[in-house]
């Protein structure tokens, strides 16, 4: 039983959370009883809570996020936050079935988050490349920046990346990619 309508207005709600990659071994900050109460369980690493380490312990601590069985998107992994081998998590996303989100706010220059745009763009060529599907966030921090997308979709394009595997435009096909019922 849910509290929140899992239908409204003619739109599907989907009950998730965006918890914390507190360390290389992919330790996360939601207990397994809370992940099941969730539909869509998104994780990324922060600076507040990030115990690092090399690039690649770092590496090998988001895999073991991407290949957890209840995981669907890594939000905005080329931040810049770790450094991070991206072809390694492209690879490792698409044998999981976890999207690897771009993220429009971390290039915003208020960020100071100096690596995020070259990240991106590199983790789109590599996703291109693996032809591995992302999604787009807006990370948004205030209303008006919901599905604000200038950022991201400028280096989409830049980059080449194809339109077909951005799971945005297509609401089922990411459900199912995800395995969400």
């Not at 931040?79 to 079935?97: I, P, Q, R, S, Y």
Request: glycine content about 6%.
């Amino acid at each position: 039983m849910y509290i929140v309508p899992r239908q409204w207005d003619g739109m599907r709600l989907l009950m998730g959370c965006e918890m914390n990659i507190l360390d290389t071994e992919g330790t996360l900050d939601i207990d397994e009883v809370m992940m099941d109460r969730l539909d869509l369980r998104i994780a990324g690493i922060h600076s507040v809570c990030w115990k690092g380490g090399t690039r690649t312990e770092n590496t090998d601590g988001v895999i073991r996020v991407i290949q957890h069985p209840k995981m669907h998107i890594i939000s905005h992994p080329a931040d810049g936050t770790a450094e991070l081998d991206f072809e390694a998590l492209v690879l490792a996303a698409k044998e999981a079935h976890t999207l690897l989100e771009v993220n429009n706010h971390s290039m915003a220059p208020i960020r100071h988050f100096t690596e995020a745009r070259s990240n991106n763009a590199e983790l789109l060529r590599l996703c291109k490349k693996h032809d591995v599907p992302v999604i787009l966030g807006s990370d948004a921090h205030i209303t008006y920046q919901i599905a604000q997308y200038d950022r991201a979709l400028e280096l989409v394009d830049e980059v080449g990346y194809p339109s077909e595997l951005i799971m945005n435009y297509w609401p089922e096909k990411c459900l199912d990619y995800l395995g969400i019922k």
